[in-house]
């Protein structure tokens, strides 16, 4: 008398078989598409170390502390080649675990789904060095010697 009917237990079976059916689907797909979101990380990745390398080569008074990157970039008008400005340009941790680079105009995401990034200089070498929200590290190394020109490069701890 206190115990399930024979109808209750049926549909008590068949919503778990349900359930595990929709899990089975969402384990698989999963699955599929982990490979995908690497290899865009990796993209992303090497996106950003090109373009901070390409910001690097037309900036002035660059200032990299462990949180980030300070720099003055120069801007040509598209009408008048002529006319330069200096534009400040950081590179910064920015909300929702992205790193993006800020200037007067705007921000432009670079980096999504980052824990942490620690910017370094020695011995005229930057890296850069990242921590993704999955465990992975990734680190990328660029030599000033070849972008400095002239440009006056400090770190501040």
């Known amino acids: 008398m206190s115990g399930f009917t024979l109808i209750e ?3 008590s079976l068949f919503l778990m078989l349900i359930i595990l059916a929709i899990g089975n689907q969402v384990f698989g797909y999963m699955q599929a598409v982990q490979p995908h979101l690497y290899q865009s990380q990796e993209q992303e990745w090497s996106f950003f170390t090109i373009y901070l390398e390409e910001k690097l080569r037309n900036c002035r008074n660059v200032t990299v502390t462990p949180q980030g990157i ?6 040509i008008d598209a009408v008048d080649s002529k006319k330069r400005s200096w534009v400040p340009l950081e590179v910064k941790k920015g909300k929702n675990d992205r ?6 105009k705007g921000t432009l995401i670079q980096l999504t789904r980052v824990k942490r990034v620690n910017y370094s200089i020695d011995q005229e070498v930057l890296t850069v060095n990242a921590v993704f929200l999955d465990g992975e590290v990734k680190t990328s190394r660029i030599k000033l010697s070849q972008i400095k020109a002239g440009k006056s490069i ?3 701890n």
Do not use: C, N, R, T
């Open 9 to 11: 237990a049926i549909v």
């Open 99 to 104: 790193i993006i680079f800020s200037k007067d």
């Open 70 to 75: 300070a720099m003055e970039l120069l801007e």
């Open 154 to 156: 400090s770190s501040s």
